[in-house]
């Protein structure tokens, strides 16, 4: 299997070369060449490690074997507590797949305990010996699944800049506590686009990259546009999909549809993905917060990024620039010119509208909606008074667009984190007042619930803080250069 960049269809690559670049030239995106066919028959009894070593072949075909096998089997069992693919019903029709069993408590676990192996066996496979150095910008659930993932792995080290004023009390402290010798964090001074456009800078600073190269080592990034990070996401919407079947909610071969809590266009693009293998997939259904940029798109064909940001109780979709999206744009008009055409007058003028026939191929497959932090809340105390379900901010507006959307088909909606994650907005929303601490507010939602916290999260304030440093948005690059 050959990858190919968005915006260039000479160039092609092994998915090794593609994991260890992350970006194509031009600021291209590496996306397959084609799709391998899904074995529904023989995938549907697997156990999650099994299914996905089976969905990494096809795309990884130059990894070993044994490889995929032993990482698989390694993250998918234990890391999740046998709960990895875990889907629960809801309702009449409608399902929960909780994706917040990992080490985290958030889906980006699924990508990010998986993706690290990936790169280090891809710079094996290609007789690459540099230190790999990580820096990752992070509003809060990137940065600690990155930390756990890359912690005190070979050749690699991690570098996490978050915004000082700009986490959870327990974000905060999942980085500020976090355990390896080839970690570091920083507090920035300033928000969270501070702390993004200081490392992007970085990166774009040539002068870093030739101290480092000197050094042998070569910077690289963690966030979502490496393909090292969609293809462990395909496996989870087969894995849902075959317990449907097993409990007879689904006729074999019929399809189901999905709908899922959506910022940067990652986690729902693995769903098509998974549908242009043969899994028969009815409409994924994009589900947005206020920040509606891609409601719109998908409705219409035009993406407007012209528009005011909201900060939302959905932080982990509060993005005006959805990077995946350009993969799907490559998949549906199938012109790395066009794509490349849209994306350069995304930059310079903020917006771009595709041709009729791209928009009527993503309708094919997609719908959409989104839910503001009030209707996000009133989903989640619905929920939970009339389903006994409880929810976290993200999955409440995933419901909230789900209702909206519902075809004859059963609905698996994609729950992205714990409620213990933010439990001072899920306590808001059932109607009680929250505590200051989100310690304490994690007590009183196991008091009013009867759902216990992962114990991942109550024992954070006990863990000693290991970093505390502050620095200022133009002493990254020094941290970078450390
Ligand atoms: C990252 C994240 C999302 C959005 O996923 P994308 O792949 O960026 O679309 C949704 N919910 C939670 C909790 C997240 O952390």
Redesign the pocket.
């Known amino acids: 299997m050959q990858f190919q960049s968005t915006r260039d269809s000479a160039l092609r690559v092994s998915s090794s070369e593609a994991i260890v670049r992350g970006l194509a030239p031009k600021s291209g995106l590496f996306v397959p060449e084609s799709f391998p066919k899904a074995d529904l028959e023989n995938w549907k009894s697997l156990p999650y490690p099994a299914l996905a070593e089976q969905v990494l072949k096809g795309f990884l075909t130059d990894y070993s074997a044994d490889f995929l096998h032993s990482a698989t089997a390694a993250i998918y069992g234990e890391a999740f507590g046998g709960k990895a693919g875990e889907t629960v019903k809801v309702s009449d029709g409608v399902y929960a797949l909780e994706l917040w069993h990992g080490p985290t408590c958030?889906?980006?676990d699924y990508a990010l305990q998986l993706m690290p192996k990936l790169l280090v066996e891809a710079k094996k496979n290609l007789g690459r010996t540099e230190t790999t150095r990580i820096l990752v910008a992070t509003s809060g659930?990137?940065g600690k699944a990155a930390l756990a993932g890359y912690a005190d792995l070979d050749g690699i080290e991690i570098e996490v800049f978050y915004p000082n004023a700009g986490t959870s009390e327990i974000q905060h402290l999942q980085m500020a506590t976090q355990k390896g010798d080839n970690v570091q964090v920083y507090a920035v001074e300033g928000n969270f686009d501070d702390a993004q456009t200081g490392v992007k800078r970085v990166f774009a600073d040539e002068s870093v990259a030739a101290e480092l190269e000197a050094r042998h080592i070569r910077l690289s990034s963690a966030n979502?546009i490496n393909w090292g990070r969609l293809v462990p996401q395909i496996v989870y919407y087969f894995y849902a999909y075959f317990r449907l079947a097993e409990q007879g909610a689904v006729a074999w071969g019929k399809p189901v549809d999905f709908c899922v809590?959506?910022?940067?266009?990652?986690?729902?693009l693995a769903g098509y993905y998974a549908k242009q293998m043969g899994l028969p997939v009815g409409k994924l259904i994009c589900a947005s917060n206020k920040n509606n940029v891609l409601t719109d798109f998908i409705k219409t064909g035009t993406y407007d990024a012209r528009r005011t940001f909201y900060k939302t109780t959905?932080p982990?979709?509060d993005?005006l620039i959805s990077s995946?999206l350009e993969r799907l744009l490559l998949h549906t008009s199938g012109s790395a010119e066009k794509v490349e055409g849209w994306m350069q007058e995304l930059a310079a003028t903020g917006k771009y509208t595709v041709d009729a026939e791209t928009l009527a191929k993503i309708q094919a497959s997609f719908a959409a909606g989104y839910a503001d932090d009030a209707a996000g809340a009133a989903e989640i105390r619905a929920r939970f008074e009339r389903n006994g379900y409880l929810c976290?901010t993200?999955t409440a507006v995933a419901f909230h667009v789900a209702e909206a959307n519902r075809s004859d088909a059963p609905m698996v909606v994609l729950s992205?984190?714990s409620p213990f994650k933010f439990p001072r907005d899920v306590l808001a929303a059932l109607g009680e007042t929250a505590p200051e601490s989100d310690f304490a507010a994690m007590a009183v939602l196991t008091a009013k619930t009867g759902a216990a916290a992962p114990a991942s999260l109550r024992e954070l304030d006990k863990l000693p803080v290991r970093f505390n440093t502050v620095i200022e948005p133009a002493e990254i690059r020094a941290a970078a250069l450390r």
């Open positions: 958030a889906f980006k659930d990137t979502s809590p959506t910022g940067n266009f990652g986690d729902i959905s982990s979709m993005i995946n976290d993200h992205t984190a």
